[in-house]
């Protein structure tokens, strides 16, 4: 399994990005991807996740409104939208995923298995 994630950069306040995490070696059909981030002096913090199995979606209440988490399956790539960033956003964004079936808890405790390199995103003027 790889995942490769790609899509930080600099951006202003109010500004878009849009992360991407190319998945590799495995179907992600039972199987729980998404998005942590952290910034620096503060803990790993759960931003999205999308259920392979049935496409339920989870956003951390910072991010409800602004970010869009999907799966391209022609691509077998799991995209973050991210819209009205703010300086708080700024942090490492990690994609992970690992193997859940239908989620029966918050999907931010499960044990994720793989993931990806880290790509910065940086909000500010």
């Known amino acids: 399994v790889q995942l490769q994630a790609s899509g930080g950069g600099l951006v202003q306040p109010g500004g878009s990005l849009r992360l991407s995490c190319a998945v590799s070696k495995f179907d992600l059909d039972y199987h729980t991807i998404g998005w942590f981030r952290q910034a620096p002096g503060k803990e790993r913090e759960g931003v999205s996740f999308?259920?392979?199995?049935?496409?339920?979606?989870y956003y951390a209440d910072s991010v409800k409104g602004r970010f869009t988490i999907s799966i391209d399956s022609a691509k077998n790539t799991v995209n973050l939208q991210m819209n009205s960033l703010k300086p708080e956003d700024t942090a490492i964004y990690y994609c992970?995923?690992?193997?859940?079936?239908?989620?029966?808890?918050?999907?931010?405790?499960?044990?994720?298995?793989?993931w990806g390199q880290g790509t910065l995103v940086t909000v500010s003027s």
């Open positions: 999308i259920s392979g199995e049935d496409g339920r979606t």
């Open positions: 992970a995923t690992t193997r859940t079936g239908p989620w029966t808890m918050d999907p931010t405790n499960y044990v994720y298995d793989y």
